[in-house]
């Protein structure tokens, strides 16, 4: 079964603008993590905030995480060509390590 | 540089026949993860190790199985292969608990 739900599905934008991606969650988790998949090639790890942590930021990179709401959101500032890709969530569910991940945003970048 | 290797990248099969997919990790991690990937599904988990002669039943893990006899090292076996089983097998590895996982390039199978 799906823990994480992304929102949008797929997203559209211009090199330079930002691109916010949404990931909400059912359960309690110990930490979310976010990835992400270049066309036909292994999923890369981007970032992890803990469930007693509310914001992280990496690069460009910007995750929060509202663990009343239970969900995320991934900010991509100044967007790239190079970030078209496909971004996933996932969620650790306090086993161990075990992530369970959603299906993902398939952002396009246009130069 | 430490890394995950799979094999083969590409296979194509037949239903009803074994097949085995490698996957090789350098980094020393005790917990790998098979997943496989289809469209509208996302990752789900097939089986999974936390050490060792340790494994465990993921989400969908009927008609799939995987041994651990060293920590480099965790195949995945198909043992009749049916059409249901064509997708991307993608094998990844972590140190443990919030840890992120390393995932490879994955393997693309079709069985026909």
């Known amino acids: ?111 | 540089d430490a890394e995950i290797t799979q094999s083969p990248r590409h296979k194509i099969t037949e239903t009803g026949r074994q097949v085995t997919l490698a996957c090789h990790q350098t980094w020393n991690h005790n917990n790998m993860f098979w997943y496989r990937q289809d469209l509208g599904h996302g990752l789900r988990l097939i089986h999974y190790s936390y050490g060792v002669q340790d494994t465990n039943k993921g989400e969908v893990s009927d008609g799939y199985s995987v041994s651990r006899s060293n920590t480099e090292d965790l195949p995945l076996t198909l043992e009749s292969a049916a059409s249901s089983q064509t997708s991307v097998y993608f094998c990844a590895s972590s140190a443990g608990v919030n840890q992120p996982q390393h995932f490879g390039d994955g393997t693309r199978l079709s069985i026909l």
Not at chain 1, 44 to 53: F, G, M, Q, T, Y
Not at chain 1, 92 to 97: A, F, I, P, V
Request: glycine share 8%; charged share 25%.
């Open chain 1, 1 to 111: 079964s799906q823990q994480g739900e992304e929102d949008p599905q797929a997203l559209s934008i211009q090199e330079g603008e930002n691109a916010t991606m949404n990931c909400s969650y059912k359960t309690s988790i110990n930490n979310l993590q976010w990835y992400r998949q270049n066309s036909g090639r292994g999923l890369v790890h981007l970032i992890l905030i803990r469930s007693n942590e509310r914001e992280k930021h990496s690069g460009r990179l910007r995750v929060t995480l509202d663990t009343s709401k239970k969900s995320s959101s991934l900010l991509i500032t100044a967007s790239r060509a190079a970030d078209t890709a496909s971004y996933f969530c996932a969620t650790d569910d306090n086993q161990g390590g075990k992530l369970i991940f959603g299906q993902g945003t398939e952002l396009s970048v246009k130069p």
